[in-house]
């Protein structure tokens, strides 16, 4: 089965493989012992955190390892926040940070804290006007003590201006956080940052290793009770073998980062071109700038498919032979939008993210196009509900009161078959999701979309909110 979701983990690199078996028999003892074997672990040890060092553009003391790229996040997010609790009891964050960089930020907000959530244009880019003011924002009290902004989006593959934005956080006297999960294994990031975090299994290393890199000078005080252990950051016993595998994973996909590169973009651009060729009703996401890597990453693409659900597509790929993902609002666990879809202003329904491994071939993304569209329409047939519909104050009424995603917009659809052209449409729904959707429906579709009212407005005696829309076309 091609796997198309090394955006989620990607396979372990061969030459980790190797690093790996070979570790598991010299690298097993406890590097703080003083015995032979114990001697020869902490060599191999050392080691790999100077290759590591090297690739981050850090210093080998700078280096901590944790148990997850999420673990690193946390401690970064709280352990910056708390050892500059002096300057203040602030924080800024981009709108499309990883949800382990927002669930610290909630545990920071539950004990006191404040946040600026900085927000992103439709391509999923920060807006460094907004993020300067948020540094600043004079008068503020408390004063801000952390930002924190990704290097590459993890959604829709787009690069932040990170440099940039270590830039004007160092100029107000702000550590500058990273997450640089999906980025690290294409390249250094670059700027005067304070912190990065990332996880071997994304750049092909194995799962279980993250690394936190805190530079010199920047204060931090770790959230997790003293140990002896990692400089004191995180307790417990590393995994010399893995991070030895991680540390040949990172040196060898940086190696190939460059050929590896310039094969996947042409075979993201033809997905880029010939998905909305092939399906209607799609829209494709992120930045369009495919070729260039100060704005996207070389070997992913997301599109959202209106009138369906992502997870019923991902099952019919699944049965055609492809492995892929989805960020789609829908998911049987939480029925809750993606906020970086959301954040961006996109279509959250029927997300599929596609993003291609280093053995990615032509062949695989012409069968992929090829199933696709047979996918998608296989799901939009079984997705046809009908609700009643009912004429007030002038409007088309659609009542999906109790419904989840696609259906608002699936019925709105169907109420426009019989809209004049300056007819007016009251979408009434109690799912949050539709305060996205209905709005991305109206930029697909060219119609005017003209907020909310009470439901009641529209069906006496209803919950929820009416969702406006004008036919203009």
Request: glycine share 8%; aromatic share 4%; with cysteine.
């Amino acid at each position: 089965m091609p796997n198309f979701d090394v955006a989620s983990t990607a396979p372990l690199h061969p030459l980790a493989r190797q690093a790996l078996l070979a570790a598991l028999d010299e690298g097993w003892a406890d590097p703080a012992r003083l015995y032979r074997d114990a001697r020869q672990a902490r060599l191999l040890l050392d080691s790999a955190r100077e290759s590591l060092a090297t690739d981050l553009g850090v210093r080998a003391d700078e280096l901590t390892f944790t148990a997850s790229g999420t673990q690193a996040n946390h401690l970064a997010v709280l352990g910056l926040l708390a050892g500059n609790h002096r300057k203040g009891r602030h924080l800024v964050h981009s709108a499309v940070e990883h949800s382990s960089v927002l669930h610290a930020a909630e545990r920071f907000q539950a004990d006191g804290g404040s946040v600026t959530v900085v927000p992103v244009d439709s391509f999923g880019r920060v807006a460094l006007d907004a993020f300067e003011d948020a540094l600043h924002c004079p008068g503020r009290s408390p004063g801000v003590a952390l930002a924190c902004l990704q290097a590459a989006n993890h959604e829709v593959g787009t690069v932040q201006p990170v440099a940039r934005a270590a830039e004007l956080a160092a100029e107000a006297g702000v550590p500058l956080f990273v997450d640089a999960a999906q980025s690290v294994g294409w390249g250094r990031v670059e700027g005067p940052w304070s912190a990065l975090a990332a996880s071997a299994h994304k750049w092909g290393g194995p799962a279980g290793v993250g690394v936190l890199a805190v530079r010199k000078g920047v204060r931090y005080r770790s959230p997790l009770p003293a140990d002896e252990r990692e400089g004191g950051r995180v307790p417990g016993y590393v995994n010399v073998p893995a991070i030895v595998a991680a540390a040949v994973a990172l040196r060898a996909s940086r190696q190939e980062a460059a050929e590896t590169a310039a094969r996947l973009r042409p075979l993201v651009r033809l997905l880029h071109e010939r998905v909305p060729a092939l399906i209607p009703d799609v829209s494709v996401l992120g930045d369009p700038a495919l070729d260039d890597p100060l704005r996207r990453l070389p070997h992913l693409l997301t599109f959202s498919c209106l009138y369906v659900d992502g997870e019923s597509v991902l099952g019919a790929l699944d049965r055609a032979g492809f492995a892929v993902s989805s960020g789609s609002s829908c998911t049987s666990s939480t029925l809750t939008p993606s906020h970086v879809l959301a954040a961006m202003g996109a279509l959250t329904e029927g997300n599929i993210r596609v993003s291609l491994g280093r053995e990615a071939t032509r062949e695989q993304v012409e069968e992929f196009l090829r199933v696709l569209p047979s996918a998608v329409a296989e799901v939009r047939a079984q997705l046809t509900p009908t609700a009643p519909r009912s004429s007030a104050q002038g409007a088309i009424v659609v009542d999906v009161l109790g419904s989840f995603c696609p259906v608002p917009v699936i019925e709105l659809a169907k109420a426009f078959e019989g809209v004049p052209v300056g007819g007016l449409v009251a979408v009434l729904s109690d799912d949050e999701v539709a305060a996205v959707d209905v709005p991305a429906w109206c930029h697909m579709q060219h119609q005017s979309y003209e907020g909310t009212a009470p439901a009641s407005d529209y069906l006496p005696g209803a919950h929820g909110l009416a969702y406006l829309v004008r036919r203009e076309v």
